[in-house]
């Protein structure tokens, strides 16, 4: 069974602070790798989109991935009360999954003033 | 605008009735999805379709039924046989290149009468 897995929270930062998104997966043949953001009652959001190891930057998110180790994270420096909301790692597995992704049930962020 | 259309919002079905939800997008993207998200739950793959007129199962696709006629529509609907329809329904679609992001449209929030 493949699986990606999240912490599910929440995790509590004070306003400014950088939060830490962790996520595993289960197939090392992963290709690609997204993390959305779903605020309570809207749909998921793409925020950032990571393909090979090492760091993304994108404002202040930074992907960042490790296959060896099948982990990816997202950081979010300078935490706003607006970055509250639930963060979804996503992994296509590759293979023979058609491109499908594998969602993890998500960590519930909360950015406190 | 290039997006996803989704209809309607909201949604009630009575006992013993099958509806249909609406998924219209004009990205020109091949693929389509449509998964059901409990409260506290991640996404779980209901059905998704690669290419006209043809579709493949996700992993709970028991009394739900879809068409793929045309590229840009992507209908489901919600049989009777599904007893326990209430959920919010998320469309998604994603380009030709299978190791590209979902798209997201805002969402379906079944409840039964």
């Known amino acids: 069974q493949k699986e990606v897995e999240q912490n599910s929270g929440p995790l509590s930062v004070p306003e400014g602070a950088i939060a830490s998104l962790n996520c595993t997966y289960s197939?090392?043949?992963?290709?690609?790798f997204f993390w959305y953001r779903q605020y309570s009652g809207k749909s998921p959001e793409l925020i950032m989109s990571?393909?090979?190891?090492g760091d993304k930057e994108d404002g202040r998110f930074t992907a960042q991935l490790n296959k060896a180790s099948q982990y990816v994270s997202l950081l979010i420096r300078d935490s706003q009360p607006s970055d509250s909301a639930t963060y979804l790692c996503?992994?296509?597995?590759?293979?023979?999954?058609?491109?499908?992704?594998?969602f993890g049930k998500g960590t519930k962020l909360s950015v406190k003033p | 605008d290039g997006g996803i259309t989704q209809s309607p919002k909201y949604l009630f079905r009575k006992e013993g009735q099958n509806v249909t939800l609406s998924c219209e997008q004009n990205?020109?993207?091949?693929?389509m999805y449509w998964y059901r998200q409990d409260p506290g739950q991640g996404l779980r793959l209901i059905y998704y379709?690669?290419?006209?007129?043809?579709?493949q199962k996700g992993d709970i696709a028991e009394g739900y039924s879809v068409s793929r006629e045309k590229k840009e529509s992507f209908p489901l609907t919600v049989t009777s046989a599904q007893k326990n329809p209430t959920a919010f329904y998320l469309c998604?679609?994603?380009?030709?290149?299978?190791?590209?992001?979902?798209?997201f449209g805002d969402g379906t929030r079944l409840s039964i009468l």
């Open positions: 990205l020109n993207h091949d693929a």
């Open positions: 197939d090392r043949v992963s290709q690609s």
């Open positions: 998604a679609s994603r380009d030709r290149d299978r190791n590209q992001p979902q798209h």
């Open positions: 379709s690669q290419i006209v007129n043809d579709f």
């Open positions: 990571i393909y090979s190891n």
């Open positions: 996503a992994v296509n597995m590759g293979g023979g999954s058609q491109g499908n992704l594998i």
